[in-house]
Nanobody, 123 residues
Framework: QVHLVESGGGLVEAGGSLRLSCVASGRTDSTYTMGWFRQAPGKEREFVGGITRSGDATVYADSVKGRFTISRDNAKNTVYLQMNSLKPEDTAFYYC????????????????WGQGTQVTVSS
């Protein structure tokens, strides 16, 4: 089992920044990719980005490319989502997730999920 806990969400004005954290515990050696997803009210959960275990590769959704950056500190079992130039359409509940696969974009391939953290961007 892998336990994931997100933090760092909040309310920010458009153009501002936030950094989300996701701390993993348990059988973290069973995971290869850590991903971030988001879900806005009435919408499907969508892929934001992912990072490999070693941090040697990342992938991002087109909607956040150039604004969001994923990094990780394996010594702290923590993955980060740095969000810059935030827009009102970035408002959503953000989740981190873990998968044994390499950088999948489908939520169906992630088998561990955190409880999520709310990000609200005001215009």
């Amino acid at each position: 089992q892998v336990h994931l806990v997100e933090s760092g969400g909040g309310l920010v004005e458009a153009g501002g920044s936030l950094r989300l954290s996701c701390v993993a515990s348990g059988r973290t050696d069973s995971t290869y990719t850590m991903g971030w997803f988001r879900q806005a009210p009435g919408k499907e959960r969508e892929f934001v980005g992912g990072i490999t275990r070693s941090g040697d590769a990342t992938v991002y959704a087109d909607s956040v490319k150039g604004r969001f950056t994923i990094s990780r500190d394996n010594a702290k079992n923590t993955v980060y989502l740095q969000m810059n130039s935030l827009k009102p359409e970035d408002t959503a509940f953000y989740y981190c997730a873990a998968t044994p696969y390499r950088l999948p974009r489908s939520k169906n391939l992630y088998n561990y999920w955190g409880q999520g953290t709310q990000v609200t961007v005001s215009s």
